[in-house]
């Protein structure tokens, strides 16, 4: 059992005899990797801040490529209802720019404190779909940008004409883009779900293979919810995406099965409903002691009377 030792005029705990940490120690710990955390989101806040203005004009830039969509000076179109609507808007960008500056930072603090706990495979899966994780939500991103100025084209296009002018208030477009490329990021992280299905033995690559009719109609549907323009492009364009990404899933669950050697189990190849083949080695049945019809048979003993039968009144019909 672990025990700790305590300091000799000092409130603070060693580590344990065995070498593990106690609750204090684990506790102290989660406080300085918070306080890392935060304070490299804190630089990168201020990062942030510096790069809020171009960001904006990067997700402001699918409405400013439309035709219809600048003043006579060349200036974009947009009003903000409130008199602090930009400046909080800016605000919230610095943010995410800051979170995603210091992403490197705060996912090591995070990974150091929870890394101990875990074994050596699991740290190693952790490193692969921690490599494929960001790749994937970075081409979601991509792609719901271009999505963004197909699918406002349509909309204008749509709901334009006539004497109707249409103004867009900046702080609810710029919500409209970021929630649709944190939508189509999210989305893109499926694939890493099929993968790990698979590289933890709960689904063989066959089994996800024969799944692919109920997956196709699922990222039909999954797509024609979360798109937030009625448009077929944005909904086709997610969906195809997802599908591909599922089958380069099941892909790379074919050869871990093969370098695993899944598959080739005893029953691996009977149905569900076949019945298995018996094989045993048949012992030979000797031949039983000869009975001696001449020899005299023992008289039967006395045949005990039955047992009378308790019967209730109610048991008579």
Known sequence: M??????????TFERAADGSMTLVEHIRELRNRLFKASLAILLGFGVGIWLADPVLHLLQQPYCDLPDSRLANGDCNFVQLGPADLFLLQLKVGLWVGLIVAAPVWLYQLWAFIAPGLHRHERRYAYVFTGLAAPLFAAGAVLAYFVTAKGLEFLLDVSGGGDITTTLDITRYISFVTNLILLFGVAFEFPLLVLM??????????RLLSWWRVAVFVFFAFSAVVTPTPDPFGMTALAICLCALYFAAVGVAFINDKRKGRGKEIYAGIDDDEVSPLEFDKEPVEAGQRVDATAPVAAPGPVAAPAPIDRRYDDMT
């Open 2 to 11: 672990a025990f700790a030792l305590r300091k000799r005029g000092s409130s």
């Open 197 to 206: 299905l698979n590289f933890v033995g709960i689904a063989s690559a066959k």
